[in-house]
């Protein structure tokens, strides 16, 4: 599943699209397309892993789910994966194998957009909050929890729990305030560096854990084991990363 860093490049990809008008509308998804026709993209909008495209009483919502992705001004994929195409003067947007959802303008007044770890509007302090308020909770989960972590994925989790030495199945009510610190802190440091290394196609260089066999810190073997609710793979070093429980 593309995580947040993957979220605002698409972004950038289709942001020369604001401010244009939308001249026809395709795909398979089941909404309303021919509504969209003649209306102008005022912005766009990410939250976690989530675009808006907005309209002006309405609202795109674009989630690529596991194997979702997008193209710009050439159609890639086939018709049966293409769930949203929109034409506009300049050029074409599409968007392949995703969840396509209308809402209207009062669902993104809503949204908690302090809970985007790449937003400016990140808010720390709530992030601890909410994490002092579900003690029992594994680390693992709450870093894919999108209402605490909007944007973090299983990448990010496993990499930001390698950095600060805590293993995934630590619950959260057991950690030092100093670790919880460090985990908001760097999930939100990661993310911006995973950003700048997709963006120059170097990211799977800088993995330290993630999919990784062999610990970069001690040499001995990583433990690969599907942890939390959501059953995640994680890689962990059992001597590198603590275990609070």
């Not at 994929?77 to 959802?101: A, E, W």
């Not at 810190?217 to 599907?226: A, M, R, S, V």
Request: hydrophobic share 35%; charged share 30%; glycine share 6%.
């Amino acid at each position: 599943m593309p995580e947040g860093p993957s979220i605002l490049l698409m972004k950038e990809s289709i942001q020369k699209f604001e401010g244009e008008k939308v001249l026809e509308a395709g795909g398979n998804a089941k909404i309303d397309k021919e509504i969209l026709i003649g209306r102008t993209l005022k912005e766009i909008k990410t939250f976690g892993k989530q675009t808006y495209l907005v309209f002006d009483d309405i609202a795109v919502r674009i989630h690529l789910l596991m194997f979702g992705s997008n193209s710009v001004d050439e159609q890639t994929k086939p018709d049966q994966q293409l769930r949203l195409s929109l034409i506009f003067p300049n050029g074409s947007m599409y968007f392949y194998t995703c969840h396509v959802k209308m809402v209207d303008i009062e669902f993104l007044e809503k949204i908690d957009w302090e809970a985007d770890v790449m937003s400016d509007s990140w808010n720390p302090a709530k992030a601890e909050k909410k994490i002092k308020s579900n003690s029992e909770m594994m680390v693992c989960d709450a870093l894919m929890d999108q209402d605490i972590f909007s944007g973090v994925g299983n990448i990010i989790k496993n990499e930001v729990l390698f950095r600060i030495g805590v293993q995934p199945e630590s619950l959260l009510g057991k950690m030092p305030p100093k670790k919880i610190k460090e985990l908001i802190k760097e999930a939100r440091n990661y993310s911006f560096d995973f950003l700048e290394w997709k963006r120059d196609f170097t990211l799977k260089k800088h993995w330290k854990a993630h999919t990784k066999k062999i610990c970069p810190k001690c040499g001995e073997n990583l433990i690969k084991k599907q942890t939390g609710k959501g059953k995640r793979r994680s890689f962990y070093c059992e001597i590198d990363q603590e275990l609070y429980q």
